[in-house]
């Protein structure tokens, strides 16, 4: 009861908290169903390597590099529009996930699809958060909402957990995107019943740059391309390598998912107390001891247990990217009026893709002929450059003033 109690007062009153909470708890237990078989089907039902997968990355976060533009044309629509329209995408695609052959093609256009209309709300998800949010709570209102969309996959993770220690093959990963469709139709309803044009509307600009929000966009390269190692050939490592079921990666994403519930407005409020930029420093600090002992606890533990140690990795790897909303406050302090964080936080998440398609592109080729170790020494190496770029981080009142002396 305390938990609602706090999330409730995170959010004004007269907002539409209640029917975006539905929306993003039922879209966060389809993407739970989702993510808990992807990879697995990726690599048994379409048999793709770890280039392959490189590859389909690059392709699923290629609408995120061209985020900006989409959103551009669409300048004119209110947040709350926006968030419906990715509603609309994501069910098209994971439709056509139920459906498509296991060709490679196929699935990666069905996999570009989804990935559209979840890289539309994942940006106005973060914008209406910040829009219904109380003044002065901006990080808890972020947290628990985290909390809430980890909690749907956490529900999904532990679904695919059990049901494929009895099932498995084709079938099996058909009618699990076939659930997960029907799931966000039901979000979409949700989304669909926000009547509300929040104050963003009054901006007629997408395409967002500006001399002050230049450490942001540095910081989103940065996080982008440490995040897409793990993001993207974390879980392989364990499938390929070191050969997990899909029951034991679905079981290794809801202990993930757990701590994420758990910790997510823990490090909203740490945000609000401490500071966005002691955040982003320890976060990327962590990552360093956490890229080694996953690259190379094979070569320095027996097989068994250098399972184990990746797998906790991989759990504290999920823990410290929850500090990633630290930026979305920085920039929400640092911007003149909520339209123009919406159009910053935007555009920062193109930033963040153009280098995050170049690691997925490049990552797969990477493994295959320097060795996996290299791909996380080169995402600690991205997290030291995150930490020493983050350092240098001046208040938003600082930041302003040095604008102007420009």
Request: one cysteine or more; a positive charge.
């Amino acid at each position: 009861m305390q938990f609602f109690s706090d999330f409730t007062s995170a959010f004004r009153k007269d907002s539409k908290f209640q029917l975006f909470f539905l929306s993003v708890l039922t879209v966060g237990l389809s993407y739970g169903l989702y993510k808990g078989i992807i990879d697995n089907y990726l690599a048994e039902a379409v048999a793709m390597t770890e280039f392959d997968k490189g590859v389909s990355e690059f392709f699923r976060e290629l609408p995120g590099l061209l985020l900006v533009f989409i959103l551009a044309a669409f300048y004119m629509l209110s947040a709350e529009t926006l968030y419906k329209l990715g509603a609309v995408i994501m069910l098209a695609g994971m439709m056509m996930q139920t459906v498509v052959p296991e060709n490679k093609v196929m699935v990666i256009l069905a996999i570009i699809l989804y990935s559209l209309g979840d890289h539309i709300q994942l940006g106005m998800r973060t914008t209406l958060t910040l829009e219904y949010a109380r003044e002065g709570r901006s990080g808890r209102a972020l947290g628990y909402i985290s909390s809430i969309m980890q909690g749907g996959q956490l529900i999904g993770f532990l679904i695919i957990s059990t049901a494929f220690l009895f099932v498995s093959g084709v079938i099996a990963y058909r009618a699990v995107f076939a659930v997960s469709t029907v799931l966000i139709a039901l979000g979409a309803v949700f989304a669909f019943r926000l009547t509300g044009r929040s104050e963003t509307d009054k901006t007629k600009r997408r395409f967002y740059f500006r001399k002050k929000y230049t450490k942001y966009y540095f910081l989103e390269v940065f996080y982008g391309a440490r995040k897409q190692v793990f993001f993207t050939f974390g879980p392989y490592v364990l499938i390929l390598f070191y050969g997990a079921s899909t029951s034991v990666i679905s079981l290794l994403f809801a202990i993930s998912a757990i701590f994420s519930f758990l910790l997510s407005p823990v490090i909203g409020k740490i945000i609000d107390k401490l500071g966005y930029k002691i955040v982003m420093v320890a976060d990327t600090l962590i990552l360093v001891i956490v890229c080694f002992f996953y690259g190379f606890a094979h070569r320095i533990f027996p097989t068994n247990v250098a399972f184990l140690i990746c797998c906790a990795n991989y759990v504290l790897d999920s823990i410290i990217s929850l500090a990633s909303m630290a930026s979305n406050v920085y920039v929400h302090d640092l911007a003149d009026t909520p339209e123009e964080a919406r159009a910053t936080i935007s555009t920062g998440l193109s930033v963040n893709h153009l280098i995050t398609i170049l690691i997925a592109l490049f990552g797969g080729w990477i493994w295959r002929t320097l060795g996996m170790e290299m791909l996380f020494v080169l995402s600690a190496f991205l997290g030291l450059c995150n930490s020493a770029y983050a350092a240098t981080i001046r208040s938003p009142k600082k930041e302003r003033m040095g604008e102007v002396t420009a």
